[in-house]
């Protein structure tokens, strides 16, 4: 048994050895067991070195950025600086190559980022206001036309708003949001179950704000993009938590930009942000040319990339090149997760260089407050219990301030919150001011409603006031290019309907109805359903749209509440008790049971003592005045020791990634705190400009120092006679001196009437108007200041001599402007490139550049001419009306108050220029109060600082004062 056991073996295996399967398996094992022993040498003996060089094989260039440069006063008191922070970024590292994987990620990153209170930042220039409403954050047109063209993947403004109507761009942000809702297929995104996902506005705005921006950059590998800065500790770690679902997510270090006074400097330092694409060029054109860049190949690469962090306004913006620092390099090897595994070269970030300027820090703060209190004082002394009487024609150096008015802007400038007051949480006093305003809102819209689908509506000028008012606003929201309903640009001009509607002898439903029949209604854009719909269907549907839109309009709804609070419907002391439920006023049980008690006349005399210690503000409150700017000047150097406009804001919340909540409440706010009332204020100059054509009519002798010219009240030497601002009285004999003194509109029409004279006797309008131009010119205003800031170019008149010699006709000019050439009156000719720079310096602090303003030109005067135009200028200070106001100033001062009147139914224009001391000039002040009644209180402002540059007030008294007097003096101007 066990031998035919063995022979079956040996059979087998004779078999086996001769068979070709053999051969074949003992090559197979032979290769497989070298192929164990390899990965055995590959992953246990030799696996560390393996997976280094694996994760080595990406080479990867990276750069930080070098801190940008402080920003000091002339004193060395900081400005601006750089803070430490952490920023988001992002990278396409190819782990989501289907936009499905990437929107989950992106909406991962951007709920955590909502959910600890981070903004994400990028470039597309959307964000919501705090009504949940879309906007464009476009700085201005040019810029949205810049967004549009990225927006649509276009290279030129002509493909724009092509005839297919492929490239609107006067579509509303909501439309240009669902559009990129679509294009980045956020629609299509579903839950954990696999149902549609519904994502909130801010977080879908967020992640088109991400793909949009990082698709600037056509995705290259490895490009950074940031996504939010500054964040918080808790952000940092839950990110860094999340870190396998966040793939290419990363947060590191970076640079916040900070400011020090924020409110008092903004206008002057402005702030950074994420450079633009038409920026971009300009600034590597800039350093191309620069020192820094010189002795560098022509083919350097740029200093400047779509990431880069710059100055968008301001001395940030003008002084870009010297406080942005130079970047640092290093060339690396990261591994298949982008983590750096190897430094192959590295160069140090450096800081950018330290500016000083010109301005004193205390004095700029002084002058802010010292405006505000003058503002606060000139509306307490305006505001009166009564409403106007409609048939009344007041001064418009007098016009009273009802104070519903000032009820009114504490909803129509958002002071008040109406959202606020919608919510389930507020207070019994909002919930019943809302509950009002819901109530009446029915009835008004039912009250339109009735009226347009009326045959009977009433024309235009038939209707009463308020109806009027609704009926207008309807027309415009139907014209505006968003809305589009009303075509204005097919109206026929010259058709009856047309005229009708202009004079408001027909009604906005019959004038719609013309327009449905002239085919200047845009049925397209209501919901008509068929295409045979009559006139009447097409006008209902209108109808139905303006209704339902107005409803939920918040520039209605304040329309609306402007009838409300002048009807008493609303009522002021419910409005300002909502003042204390909201946290614009400080709690005081006290006061709140005594307004709860008081009677209107008590309410009255509450907002009154409200705006009277600035616990309400000019700039909350928006009424005329709530503006003003105030220049201080250095008469010997140019330097600008202060550049004050009111009101303000807070640079830190523009700079970097601007807070969209409060830039649309800037850009809402009718105090317009944006608006730099020192360099873009432009008003006609009034009286303010009579001492430049006083030098004029001396230098060109038309008159002498002994010359004298009787006023007799009124000018009639030419066809629109003018009348002196003491008519019907008269100053009588006057000579250069008295007439600068008397700001007799008289004596100055004369001086120009005299320029104009041939001397063939002929009159001459052209020549007298060339010959203040040519004065004007010599002064500096025929051209920007030199203010290292965005200013706005001066205008000097060329129409009616006489008018333009008193400086009105079409002269127009800022405060800066008209301080260079007061600085010129008060040295005697040297006329100053103005500047706000006073040194820079490394960030060690060594000396750079001391910067000296330049001297532009020189007015080449005989000295006899400037005595008389400074003695004038000290006698409107000790010899006129303005006396009461300067009589307990140590300090001798020399100056003109001016007053212009733009707008009858406003108040008028406020000017005052002067210099002192006025033996030995040292500085120059000039204010401007748009709407500020009159000169007397641009004086007023004008004296206060005085008192505080020459240390007869110091900063703790300002700060602690509230509004300041407005003085009874009238000093004719």
């Known amino acids: 048994m066990f031998d035919e056991l063995l022979e079956i073996v040996k059979e087998f295996f004779k078999k086996l050895f001769s068979s070709r399967l053999f051969a074949l398996s003992v090559i197979f094992t032979v290769m497989f067991a070298g192929l164990l022993g390899k990965l055995f040498q590959m992953q246990i003996l030799d696996g560390s070195e393996y997976q280094e060089t694996y994760m080595q094989r990406t080479e990867k260039n990276v750069t930080t950025p070098g801190s940008r440069g402080n920003i000091y006063d002339r004193n060395g008191n900081r400005l601006a600086y750089n803070e430490l922070a952490y920023s988001v970024t992002i990278q396409d590292l190819g782990d989501y190559p289907r936009p499905s994987s990437r929107n989950q990620m992106l909406y991962r990153l951007v709920r955590i980022l909502d959910r600890r209170g981070e903004t994400v930042e990028g470039k597309f220039e959307i964000a919501l206001d705090q009504n949940g409403e879309m906007f464009f954050t476009s700085s201005s047109d040019s810029a949205r036309t810049r967004f549009f063209l990225n927006f649509y993947g276009l290279s030129s403004t002509a493909s724009l708003n092509d005839p297919k109507g492929k490239y609107p761009t006067n579509i509303t942000a909501r439309e240009a949001f669902e559009r990129k809702k ?32 990082m698709k600037l950059t056509e995705y290259q590998k490895y490009e950074t993009t940031t996504v939010a800065t500054n964040i918080s500790n808790e952000t940092m770690v839950e990110i860094n938590e999340n870190a396998a679902d966040l793939k290419g997510v990363a947060v590191e270090q970076s640079y916040v930009r900070k400011y020090e006074d924020s409110i008092y400097f903004a206008p002057i330092i402005g702030y950074t942000g994420k450079v633009q694409e038409d920026q971009l060029s300009a600034l590597n054109e800039q350093w191309h040319q620069s020192d820094e860049a010189a002795g560098l190949p022509e083919d350097a690469p740029d200093k400047y990339d779509l990431n880069d962090i710059v100055g968008r306004i301001g001395i940030e913006k003008s002084m870009e090149l010297e406080l942005q620092g130079e970047k640092g390099y290093s060339r690396m090897y990261v591994d298949n997760m982008g983590r750096p595994r190897e430094i192959i070269e590295k160069t140090d970030a450096k800081a950018g260089d330290d500016v000083y300027l010109t301005i004193d820090r205390d004095l700029q703060i002084a002058i802010y407050k010292l405006i505000e209190q003058q503002l606060a004082g000139i509306i307490s002394y305006h505001l009166q219990y009564d409403d106007l009487d409609p048939d009344k024609t007041y001064d418009p150096s007098k016009i009273p301030i009802p104070v519903k008015d000032a009820y009114y802007q504490l909803i129509n400038n958002n002071v008040l919150s109406l959202m606020d007051m919608s919510q389930e949480g507020a207070s019994d006093i909002e919930k019943q001011i809302y509950g009002k305003y819901e109530t009446s809102r029915e009835q008004i819209l039912g009250a339109i409603r009735n009226e347009l689908l ?53 009604s906005l439903r019959d004038y719609i109805y013309s327009g449905i029949a002239g085919n200047w209604v845009d049925t397209t854009r209501l919901d008509v359903t068929s295409k045979y719909s009559d006139a009447d269907d097409i006008f209902t549907q209108l109808v139905d749209h303006v209704i339902e839109s107005l409803r939920s309009d918040n520039k209605f709804t304040k329309r609306m509440f402007r009838y409300l609070i002048n009807d008493e419907v609303i009522t002021g002391r419910e409005l300002c008790l909502a003042l204390y439920a909201q946290g614009v006023l400080a709690y005081d049980a006290q006061a709140i049971a005594a307004l709860q008690m008081g009677d209107s006349t008590y309410t009255y005399q509450f907002i009154k003592e409200k705006i009277s210690n600035l616990e309400l503000t000019p700039a909350q409150l928006a009424l005329d005045p709530c503006t003003a700017g105030v220049v201080v000047t250095d008469v010997k150097t140019g330097e600008v020791r202060a550049l004050v406009t009111y009101p303000s804001y807070d640079n830190n919340l523009m700079s970097g990634s601007v807070d969209a909540a409060y830039f649309s409440q800037l850009q809402d706010d009718m105090s317009r705190p944006l608006y730099n009332n020192a360099t873009q204020a432009q008003k006609a100059p009034g009286s303010t400009f009579k001492p430049i054509t006083a030098v004029a009519a001396l230098e060109e002798g038309v008159i002498g120092l002994q010359d004298t010219i009787e006023c007799t009240g009124i000018y009639d030497q030419i066809s629109k006679p003018i009348k002196c601002w003491i008519w019907p009285g008269r100053h009588n004999s006057e000579n250069i001196e008295e007439g600068i003194q008397n700001s007799c509109n008289y004596f100055f029409a004369e001086l120009a009437h005299r320029l104009c004279m041939k001397p063939d006797g002929t009159y001459s309008p052209d020549q007298g108007l060339a010959t203040l131009r040519k004065y004007a010119t010599l002064f500096g205003l025929d051209h920007t200041s030199g203010v290292e800031i965005s200013e706005n170019e001066p205008q000097i008149s060329s129409e009616d001599p ?58 080449d005067a005989a000295d006899s001419t400037w005595d008389a135009v400074q003695t004038g200028m000290r006698r409107v200070i000790t010899d006129s009306s303005a006396k009461s106001i300067f009589s307990d100033l140590p300090v ?71 509004a300041l007097g407005v003085s009874n003096v009238n000093i004719g101007d």
């Open 892 to 962: 001798e001062v020399a100056g003109k108050t001016g007053t212009a009147q733009e707008d009858k139914s406003r108040s008028n224009h406020a000017f005052f220029v002067s210099f002192a001391p006025y033996s030995h000039p040292e500085i120059a002040v000039t204010v401007n109060i748009p709407y500020g009644y009159a000169g007397t209180n641009a004086a007023t402002l004008g004296k206060k600082v005085y008192e505080y540059y020459y240390k007869y007030t110091t900063l703790e008294q300002i700060e602690s004062s509230g």
């Open 182 to 213: 679509v294009d980045y297929e956020l629609d299509k995104m579903k839950d954990e179950k696999g149902n549609p996902l519904v994502i909130p506005d801010n977080i879908a705005l967020g992640m088109i704000n991400i793909i949009y921006t």
């Open 454 to 506: 009326s045959s009977h509506a009433l024309a235009m000028n038939d209707l009463p006031k308020d109806m009027a008012t609704y009926m207008n606003y309807i027309y415009a929201y139907l014209s505006d290019g968003s809305v589009g309903i009303i075509q204005k640009d097919k109206i026929d001009q010259s058709s009856p309907e047309y005229q009708a509607w202009r004079d408001g002898t027909i």
């Open 802 to 859: 006489e008018r333009s010699a008193m400086g009105q006709g079409t002269h127009s000019y800022t405060n800066v402007q008209l301080s260079r050439y007061v600085a010129a009156l008060a040295n005697r000719g040297n006329v100053f490139e103005l500047s706000l720079l006073d040194k820079l310096t490394d960030s060690d602090g060594n000396l750079i550049k001391d910067y000296t303003p330049a001297i532009s030109s020189h007015v």
